[in-house]
């Protein structure tokens, strides 16, 4: 069993930075490739960025490529994601998420644990 605790979320103009993180209990954190996702009000939930069990690879959407950051701390069974340059579009609950292998996900289904959930509300 896994409990991810998403935490960082906020309100910030545009042009802004945040940076949510996401604690995830267990001993199995290090084997677990991570990702992000959002869900805006009356929209789908998008994926946003993963990375891979050692963090040496990364994923993006093309919405947030060269302004978001995903990044983790295996030794603090953290993830992260550096929100920077942030638009009223990015606007959202962000979820992160874990899946048991070692390799990057993008859909939802590739992920089997999530967390609650960090609102982010970006003003313009």
């Known amino acids: 069993q896994v409990q991810l605790v998403e935490s960082g979320g906020g309100l910030v103009q545009a042009g802004g930075s945040l940076r949510p993180s996401c604690a995830a209990s267990?001993?199995?954190?290090?084997?677990?490739?991570m990702g992000w996702f959002r869900q805006a009000p009356g929209k789908e939930r998008e994926f946003v960025a993963a990375?891979?069990?050692?963090?040496?690879?990364?994923y993006y959407a093309d919405s947030v490529k060269g302004r978001f950051t995903i990044s983790r701390d295996n030794a603090k069974n953290t993830v992260y994601l550096q929100m920077n340059s942030l638009r009223p579009e990015d606007t959202a609950v962000y979820y992160c998420?874990?899946?048991?292998?070692?390799?990057?996900?993008?859909?939802?289904?590739?992920?089997?644990?999530w967390g609650q959930g960090t609102q982010v509300t970006v003003s313009s």
């Open positions: 998420a874990s899946r048991l292998t070692l390799g990057i996900g993008t859909k939802m289904s590739d992920y089997d644990y």
């Open positions: 267990g001993r199995t954190f290090s084997s677990r490739a």
């Open positions: 990375i891979n069990w050692r963090g040496g690879s990364t």
